[in-house]
Each structure stands twice: as structure tokens, then as C-alpha cells.
């Protein structure tokens, strides 16, 4: 779709203002407003967006292009508004379903990661529900499906199955780093080099760090796979998809960012979340360790670890965490990152980090200390400082 900024006018920049009135977000029109009016993208207007975007954990720019676009029609739905069901040609998307997710999972059934979108799991989650408490477990979220889950109250639960079970599998994955299958997603690609300056592309740098660091972890004995090759620029979705049917245990999706502002810098890392509750505490674990590694390696300023809601971290059925690595319109950042020997630092920083992650905090040496030599060695079998 077309971006929509402030200055534009048509009828789509009419849509997003009814859609953020609807949300309260804005002061509807009162009737001197002509159509005109409403059909402006105005200053009032960009501050509207940019609070639905900071509530949403998408980018915060004033903006609407396509996320913000989806996730303000998702908004327009709240449960109860319309019937839900599997759909498999279109599947329904909207905060409605999100809802019912959350919903489900919190009376114990698994309808997987709340995503907002109405698929195969959430379905089956729906018909065990309503097996349970009686009804014919036709799948269908109707008034009379909604009359129960309305009925039953809110339980008090110790947590959202599906998050939950990524905790258990990672229990059950134990210490060692061998056959530990790991998608390294690097940013963009192909003809989307994403943040450039001069010749230096962040598609570039990012595939460069990705090689060191798939070098690493098959030496280390894990089963390392490259989400795409330099070619190819694959929709966050696609990218998901593959890490989902290669069956990984954890996706570490590599990037640098970019800023109109030369000061921009330093280190960020994210993982799944809503910001309204739903965290993938694993995911949040391995940001935190991979953020902690990197800043205790390199020293660049701390951007903070943040949950968010995007594309490939909320589609991926694994631990996924996405990392920005410095600023590339920063001269210091962008300097550090040339140098081969700084990536081998970031390589070595991430894969202690996915270390650390599987020992569950045993057996742990203080962050910036563990070598790529000592990972070999305990892989071996030899204990540290045993
Ligand atoms: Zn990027």
C-alpha cells in the first residue's frame, strides 16, 4: 500500500481518522468538520498515530504504511462483534481473535502463541472448550460460545500455555550446544541492502556477522541454517515460515539500524510481546542475554532489551529474537562494525549468549568472559574450572 503522512488527503487518510476516533484516540469531528477536513492528514491526525503505534509496540513514526495500516484494522474488532471461525483461504485477523486467545489460554486450553490470527490451533483449542463445558464443539465462536467463556469468570492461572511450553522445552532441551538446530535470519538482502552508507549495506555487514557466527555453531556441533541466501530478500512472514517448518529450536535475527540523526547509536535487542501482557519469557531471557554479552564485549551504548509485536517474532512457533547491532549512519558504530575482527567479536558475544540460554544459569562464568574455546571445550565434555 501507499504511505500515508502528514500533508496527504483522500479518502484512506478519511479511513485511518474514523478508525482512531473509533479507538479514542481522537476527538471526533464535530459537524462544522467538512469531509475535506477529514480527509486531510493533519498534525492532530500524525500525534493520533503516533500514540496507536507506541501502544502497539510498532515503530513510532507518524506514519501509516502497511504494519500500522494492519493493525489498525485488526483494532476495529472487538470480541463479540462477529462470529469467529477457521477461515483457510482468509484467515480472520483482528483484536477480536486476539481475545479469544488470550481467553482460552488463560482457562487452560492451547491456542497456541496469541497472535490475532484465527488459525488451525485456535480452532482446535475452541472445539476442546466447548466440548468441555457442553456445547457441540463446532469451532464456531458464537453469542452462545461467548455467553460461556463470559460465564465462567476470570481465573486466576500461573500463565499462558503456549509461552509456558517453549519454558518446558527449553528444560527439557539441556546444556549441551550439539544438535541444537539454530535459524540465523540476516536482515534484508538481494536488491533490499536496508540501511546504507556510501558502499557499506546493513544486508552486507548483517550476512557477514551471520557467516561467522553459522561458522561458530557448527563447530560447536549445532545444526546452523541461513534463513535465505544473499539474493534473496524473503517477507518477514517467509522468513518465519521457514524457521516454523525447519522445526528450530531458537531464530536470531540480525540487523543495524539506520537514523536520519548521525548521533543515533548503540545496541538493541527484541522479542516477542504485545506490551499488553503476553511475553515470550524465553524469548525475553535470550534477548537479555544476547544484549547483555554484546554490550559487555563491544561497550556500545545500551539501547535496552523491548518486546514487541512484529511479524517474525510473533509468527515464529520458537524463541525468536531480533538484534540491531549499532547504528550504521553512526561514524563510531559504522567504523567498529568494518572491522572483520569487531564481527568476530559479535559472532563469539551471540553464540555465548545461546549458551548461556541452555545452561538455565548453572555452571555460569561472570558475561563477557566466556571464550569460543571454553564453549569447545565443555562441548567436549571437559568441565570449566572443574
Ligand atoms: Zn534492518
Not at 244 to 266: K, Q
Not at 296 to 316: I, K, S
Not at 356 to 368: A, C, E, H, I, S
Request: glycine letters at 12%; proline letters at 5%.
Amino acid at each position: 500500500m501507499q504511505l500515508l503522512s502528514r500533508g496527504d488527503t483522500g479518502p484512506a487518510v478519511a479511513e485511518v481518522r474514523a478508525a482512531l476516533e473509533a479507538l479514542g484516540l481522537l476527538e471526533p469531528a464535530d459537524a462544522a468538520h467538512s469531509v475535506f477536513d477529514a480527509a486531510l492528514f493533519d498534525s492532530a491526525l500524525e500525534d493520533a498515530v503516533r500514540a496507536f503505534q507506541q501502544n502497539r509496540g510498532l515503530i513510532t513514526d507518524g506514519v501509516v504504511g502497511t504494519a500500522t495500516y494492519r493493525a489498525l484494522r485488526d483494532a476495529r474488532w472487538s470480541l463479540g462483534d462477529r462470529m469467529l471461525c477457521l477461515q483457510t483461504t482468509n484467515m480472520m485477523t483482528g483484536d477480536d481473535v486476539f481475545a479469544l486467545q488470550e481467553r482460552l489460554l488463560e482457562l487452560g486450553y492451547d491456542s497456541g502463541r496469541a497472535d490475532g490470527a484465527f488459525g488451525r490451533q485456535t480452532e482446535q483449542a475452541l472445539r476442546s472448550f466447548q466440548r468441555d463445558y457442553g456445547m457441540a464443539p463446532d469451532g464456531i465462536c458464537g453469542p452462545r460460545t461467548l455467553r460461556h467463556l463470559g460465564y465462567l469468570g476470570r481465573k486466576v492461572t500461573g500463565g499462558r500455555p503456549g509461552l509456558l511450553r517453549e519454558q518446558e522445552r527449553l528444560h527439557k532441551a539441556g546444556p549441551r550446544l550439539s544438535g541444537k538446530r539454530i535459524v540465523i535470519d540476516p536482515g534484508h538482502g538481494g536488491s533490499h541492502p536496508g540501511g546504507a552508507v556510501g558502499d557499506v549495506t546493513e544486508a552486507g555487514l548483517v550476512s557477514d556477522i551471520a557467516r561467522r557466527l553459522e561458522g561458530r555453531m557448527s563447530a560447536a556441533g549445532m545444526e546452523a541454517l541461513l534463513s535465505h541466501g544473499p539474493q534473496d530478500c524473503p517477507t518477514d512472514a517467509e522468513r518465519a515460515g521457514f524457521a516454523n517448518s525447519a522445526g528450530a529450536d531458537v531464530v536470531l535475527s540480525l540487523h543495524i539500524d539506520a537514523n536520519p540523526s548521525p548521533a543515533a547509536n548503540g545496541l538493541a535487542a527484541f522479542h516477542f510481546g504485545t506490551g499488553t501482557g503476553a511475553t515470550s519469557t524465553v524469548g525475553e531471557a535470550l534477548a537479555g542475554y544476547i544484549h547483555r554479552e554484546l554490550l559487555a564485549r563491544t561497550r556500545m551504548t545500551d539501547c535496552g532489551v523491548h518486546p514487541r509485536p512484529w511479524e517474525l517474532l510473533r509468527l515464529t512457533r520458537m524463541p525468536a529474537v531480533r538484534v540491531e547491532i549499532g547504528y550504521l549512519t553512526n561514524d563510531s558504530d559504522r567504523h567498529r562494525l568494518l572491522d572483520p575482527a569487531f564481527r568476530d567479536v559479535v559472532a563469539e558475544g551471540i553464540l555465548v549468549a545461546v549458551k548461556r540460554l541452555y545452561l538455565l544459569g548453572q555452571n555460569d562464568k561472570p558475561t563477557g568472559t566466556f571464550t569460543f574455546s571454553d564453549i569447545l571445550q565443555r562441548e567436549e565434555g571437559s568441565p570449566i574450572g572443574a
